[in-house]
């Protein structure tokens, strides 16, 4: 775990891409890219470390999952599972 | 623990789409492998559905509304001691609660035990002296104000800002974007459950509750923290799961002891956008949603017949979170000859 990310460490994460929140109750589908960046987040890598691995899984340019992971990491920020102030670097 | 052989009675077993505790409290009675005894069903009306569920209660009887008064009340508790061996009374409506609190050695005297706040606790919770009581002990509240006359809604903008939540003492609140609409809720609570009423502040944000039992002595003796996932229109929980919020025990642990409190409660609490908590109201007695900590693993329910019976029953076990619950309306099909017995002798040995 790494600072401003135990939020995403008390996550509930399902393979099939199901995610439970226990503290907020809410609940959320996410697919296998995002599912692997959180999960990559929560554990600590950074963007390089992301983009590479995502790249030896998924089809795409490195441009493409660079601001793809950067636009998830977003959206974390704005459902409150990652401080305001996190930044992926 | 042993099991438990007593004979449990449970009042408000409405089951409308407002639905009373009482339902819910049996079935996680029910639902206990601990749990080897009796239930007796008491109803307002022969008509309350939980009367027809199958199998969920061994026996019915009809008691007289409160507003009938103490001594009606307490000669039909004796007649269901005496006919169907009541030990335990668990009591789930507010309104039944002031002829009971402080009359628990009347019950203990007929044989049966009840778990319950004193007179002075439940009435330190109400909601028209919450605001004063958590003021008092740093529990986080929206402000309120009581209200006797409804001109003064006139003016109450110079005090807060709409929207503000007017409340009826007992039950109901309507959300009032407007001196007029605020006036009309007024009337319409007041009409139903008379006066003061309440205004309060109104927060927006996640509703968030807990069922509880106090010990009377400041600790709590199990809690089980719920979110709210799917609401009717009059706000009520249809589905919920249960949460990990350190911050909502903590406010829940502090409310208890300011109180002192005994028995059963719900606290319905809002956390705002900020992560702010808010205290809206304590309610002295199970909701409706009980049975969901029998299903995450702390049956409160069971664990306040088991006190009501003079057992301890020390730490209950935690509760599992991710337990969720999600309420069904569904008809039951019954013979009108199941209404017979209730309505014309007012008890049934058997439910149908």
């Known amino acids: ?89 | 623990m042993a099991v438990f052989t007593g004979t449990v009675a449970v009042t408000g077993l409405n089951a409308t789409d407002n639905p009373g505790p009482g339902v819910p409290v049996v079935r996680a009675l029910r639902s206990s492998p601990e749990f080897a005894g009796r239930i007796i069903g008491l109803a307002y009306d022969a008509m309350d559905p939980g009367l027809f569920l199958p199998d969920l209660l061994d026996g019915a009887m009809l008691i007289p509304y409160p507003s009938a008064g103490r001594d009606a009340l307490f000669a039909r508790l004796a007649h269901a001691r005496r006919t169907f061996g009541v030990d335990v009374l668990i009591p789930t409506l507010d309104s039944e609660l002031p002829a009971l609190c402080d009359h628990e050695h009347v019950l203990r005297a007929m044989g049966i035990g009840v778990y319950l706040p004193t007179r002075a606790q439940y009435d330190m919770r109400s909601k028209a002296r919450l605001f004063e009581l958590c003021e008092n002990h740093d529990v986080p509240v929206p402000r309120s104000e009581v209200l006797n006359d409804p001109n003064a809604l006139y003016s109450i903008h110079e005090r807060f800002s709409f929207p503000i939540a007017v409340k009826g003492v007992f039950y109901g609140a309507t959300i009032a974007y407007s001196a007029s609409e605020a006036v009309a809720a007024f009337h319409k609570q007041a009409a139903e459950w008379g006066l003061p009423i309440i205004v309060q502040e109104f927060v927006a944000g996640e509703e968030l509750n807990v069922a509880a039992i106090g010990d009377g002595e400041g600790g709590l003796i199990g809690a089980v923290p719920m979110k709210k996932l799917m609401l009717t229109k009059q706000g009520k929980g249809w589905a919920g799961v249960t949460i990990h919020d350190a911050p909502l025990m903590a406010l829940a642990r502090r409310a208890v002891a300011a109180m002192k409190w005994r028995g059963p409660l719900e606290l319905e609490v809002i956390r705002d956008a900020a992560g702010g908590y808010h205290l809206l109201e304590i309610n002295p007695r199970f909701p409706a949603w009980v049975d969901l900590s029998a299903g995450a693993g702390q049956n409160l329910p069971l664990a306040c017949a088991r006190l009501a019976a003079g057992e301890s029953v020390g730490t209950l076990p935690d509760y599992r979170v991710g337990a969720a619950f999600v309420r069904a309306s569904v008809n039951q099909l019954v013979d009108i000859s199941a209404f017979e017995a209730l309505t014309v002798h007012g008890e049934r040995a058997k439910a149908s």
């Open chain 1, 1 to 89: 775990m790494t600072a401003g990310t135990d939020r995403l460490s008390q996550l509930a994460i399902s393979p099939s891409g199901f995610i439970f929140d226990p503290r907020s109750g809410s609940t959320f589908t996410v697919n296998e890219p995002a599912r692997f960046i959180l999960e990559a987040i929560r554990d600590g890598l950074g963007l390089d470390a992301i983009v590479k691995t995502l790249n030896d899984h998924f089809a795409a340019g490195a441009a493409d999952l660079r601001r793809d992971t950067l636009e998830f990491a977003r959206r974390l920020r704005d459902s409150g599972l990652l401080p305001t102030d996190f930044e992926l670097v």
